[in-house]
């Protein structure tokens, strides 16, 4: 591995702190933490040498507010090692919402970009990628250990481009308000992930009879004991389907520390929940995981739109899975001006569960009518899919929306479904400019 700054240890007390990285070249412990002791002050990074270099100070800083169009929707913009400034919701556990116009830059959302989500505020304080391991266990014949070495080198890797989204990506938009992150639309990303099917890890340990389901959990730990551990599972086939993969790169570099490194679960084509971090067992199982976070969180209403009237509880709920259709216009902002009777270039992204994206169509007339869009690259059906089309508007006030459908037939509700929980916003998106 070559010489990189790894962030290895947070005490958040209050957002405060200063954070301290070593850079370093052979893999060794790297650590990171807020000192409450310190204010806030501008991100420096001074020193950073070759492989061994000496501790270099960096602060995570909230260097500007910006306001997401909901209320109560002020957030700061923090610098934390190894991000941009990303938005900041929470510090403890972080939760860091990409800025909207980095979607914008490319259909691959940068590393230093990338949206950070944890469920549980004792994350890990230290790791030794030498010594770390993910252990294999249950319902198998041969129980393994496996360091990140191991997995790179004893087994054929796949790499797949695949869309990371909470299940409570634009949560904040709902109407009525639901408990739960107020996030805006940018709990999601793209990126190139490189790691080792979990199906030849699993077959490697060999799976007794009897196994129905295998078990997730990281090395993020719950702060209090009542809380429950953060433990997910897959149904045994969905495990094997060959896609799932135990991830140890992103983007053609090692994962960022406050996106999993080492290792991570990538379940393509489902929500993030499923996407454990710092993953370190794996567990065989002969009967459903009996588990907080899949018999009581993560539920959706078992129903064709996953949607209740507003306000109304659901009769029966089933765990969340795949992504919805969702489609977006990036390079306009909303209340932005736009030349009248010119053309006008719109660009955005779609993606859903795993189908893969067949038509975009853009609206500016209320879905009146529909002009197609033309995709953009095809990274394959979980990545993001680039569109681009053009309009010409009249001077006056427009909304300009973006539906896409996948080549399952599946498309966008042209109004917002709702649920108790926030999950699988999907409705069509409408952009406000002004044509002048």
Same mark, same amino acid.
């Given at each position: ?228 551990? %953060?433990?997910?599972?897959?149904? @045994?086939?969905?495990?094997? !389907? &060959? *896609?799932?993969?135990? =991830?140890?790169?992103?983007? /053609? ?69 795949? %992504?919805?259709?969702?489609?977006? @216009?990036?390079?306009?902002? !909303? &209340? *932005?001006?736009?030349? =009248?009777?010119?053309?006008? /270039? ?82 069509? *998106? ?7």
């Amino acid at each position: 591995m070559t010489s990189e700054v790894l962030p290895q240890w947070f005490e958040f007390v209050g957002g405060i702190g200063i954070v301290q990285t070593i850079s370093h070249s052979n893999m060794g412990v790297a650590t990171l933490m807020m000192n409450r002791r310190e204010t806030l002050k501008s991100v420096v990074a001074a020193g950073i040498g070759a492989a061994g270099a000496s501790k270099v100070s960096l602060a995570a800083m909230a260097s500007e507010i910006v306001t997401l169009p909901f209320a109560n929707g002020e957030r700061p913009l923090v610098a934390y090692p190894g991000k941009r400034p990303l938005i900041r919701l929470t510090t403890r556990p972080p939760q860091l919402e990409t800025p909207f116009s980095v979607f914008d830059e490319g259909i691959i959302t940068s590393n230093d970009a990338f949206f950070v989500r944890y469920h549980l505020a004792d994350i890990p304080l230290k790791i030794d990628p030498d010594a770390f391991r993910v252990t294999i266990q249950g319902k198998v014949e041969t129980p393994l250990s496996l360091s990140v070495a191991e997995l790179k080198a004893g087994f054929e890797p796949i790499e797949i481009a695949a869309v990371n989204q909470c299940a409570g990506n634009s949560r904040g938009f709902f109407e009525p308000r639901v408990a739960g992150g107020q996030i805006g639309n940018g709990a999601m990303g793209n990126a190139r992930w490189k790691g080792t099917p979990l199906k030849a890890v699993l077959t490697k340990a060999g799976i007794q009879a009897g196994a129905v389901q295998v078990s997730f959990q990281g090395l993020d730990r719950p702060v209090l004991p009542e809380t429950p551990a %953060f433990m997910k599972a897959l149904e @045994l086939d969905h495990a094997l !389907d &060959g *896609e799932v993969m135990i =991830a140890y790169a992103m983007n /053609g570099e090692d994962l960022p520390w406050l996106n999993g490194f080492p290792i991570r679960l990538v379940v393509p084509g489902y929500y993030g929940t499923y996407w454990v971090k710092h993953l370190s067992t794996i567990n065989v199982l002969d009967a459903p995981l009996d588990s907080f976070w899949m018999k009581t969180a993560y539920r959706i209403p078992n129903n064709a739109c996953a949607c209740t009237p507003p306000g109304k509880a659901p009769a029966s709920t089933v765990a969340i899975g795949r %992504f919805n259709v969702r489609s977006f @216009l990036t390079n306009i902002a !909303d &209340g *932005e001006t736009v030349p =009248a009777n010119k053309d006008v /270039g719109l660009r955005g992204i779609a993606f859903d569960g795993g189908q893969g994206i067949s038509d975009v169509a853009v609206s500016a007339d209320s879905g009146k009518t529909w002009i197609e869009a033309t995709l953009g690259d095809d990274l394959g059906p979980y990545s993001f899919r680039e569109w681009k089309a053009n309009l010409k508007l009249a001077p006056g006030k427009y909304g300009l929306m973006v539906r896409a459908a996948n080549r399952a037939g599946q498309s966008q509700p042209l109004e917002p479904l709702w649920n108790p929980a926030g999950y699988m916003r999907n409705v069509v *998106e409408v952009t406000n400019v002004i044509a002048a």
